[in-house]
């Protein structure tokens, strides 16, 4: 199975920091790469597929980059409503794991 | 508007069975793949199976394989787990999610509420 490392699991961040997150996969996995958005109590959100494509609807300030192994998810300013818990997965393969998780958290 | 209502979920002591159920409208139910996803309590997100839009190629997480079953009823627009042999770790909410292909490649842009699944004596 493909493992996904995101880093950091915890993130402590002001409104208007520029947030980035990273996402290691254990093999290639080309692009096939989605971010999603959770908030407690809730379903996830997707916010990027294809490792770079915006979900409609999604801000434009949530961006995504990389291919291969390495993948970032950034938060160009970040907002009262962006707190929240950030996933990768991977789609290339089954099983379609997802990362850890990591936690944004006001500072 | 794209609805996903899970159902099924409750209290079953280890080694029981239950079926979840996943009833989807608002879009073409046969044209996408499917797939559950389970979260257990102050964890993480864990792909549990996945079915193509057809129901005719289904995955499975090797902690589940052999003892759930994932399918689903395009005739009624019904996605379904059949969970048997449960454990204490199975205990999680489960959500079942629409993916933006007959393939699920390019990820999952509709989730259900989700429904908690509870193993214990």
């Known amino acids: 199975d493909i493992q996904l490392t995101q880093s950091p699991s915890f993130l402590s961040a002001s409104v208007g920091d520029r947030v980035t997150i990273t996402c290691r996969a254990s093999?290639?996995?080309?692009?096939?790469l989605a971010w999603y958005q959770q908030k407690p109590g809730k379903a996830p959100k997707l916010l990027i597929y294809?490792?770079?494509t915006l979900q409609s609807g999604v801000p434009s300030r949530f961006s995504g980059s990389g291919s291969g192994t390495e993948f970032t998810l950034t938060i160009s300013s970040l907002q009262p409503e962006d707190f929240a818990t950030y996933y990768c997965?991977?789609?290339?393969?089954?099983?379609?794991?997802f990362g850890q998780g990591t936690k944004v958290e006001i500072k | 508007e794209v609805q996903l209502v899970e159902s099924g979920g409750g209290l079953v002591q280890p080694g029981g069975s239950l079926r979840l159920s996943c009833a989807g409208s608002?879009?073409?139910?046969?044209?996408?793949?499917m797939t559950w996803v389970r979260q257990a309590p102050g964890k993480g997100l864990e792909w549990v199976s996945g079915?193509?839009?057809?129901?005719?190629?289904?995955y499975y997480a090797d902690s589940v394989k052999g003892r759930f079953t994932i399918s689903r009823d395009n005739s009624k627009n019904t996605l379904f787990l059949q969970m048997n042999s449960l454990r204490a770790e199975d205990t999680a909410v489960y959500y079942c999610?629409?993916?933006?292909?007959?393939?699920?490649?390019?990820?999952?842009?509709?989730w259900g509420q989700g429904t908690l699944v509870t193993v214990s004596s």
């Open positions: 999610a629409k993916g933006q292909t007959l393939s699920g490649s390019l990820g999952y842009d509709y």
């Open positions: 608002g879009f073409t139910f046969s044209s996408y793949a």
């Open positions: 079915i193509s839009g057809s129901g005719l190629t289904t």
């Open positions: 093999q290639g996995i080309s692009s096939y």
């Open positions: 294809t490792a770079s």
């Open positions: 997965q991977q789609l290339n393969i089954y099983p379609q794991t």
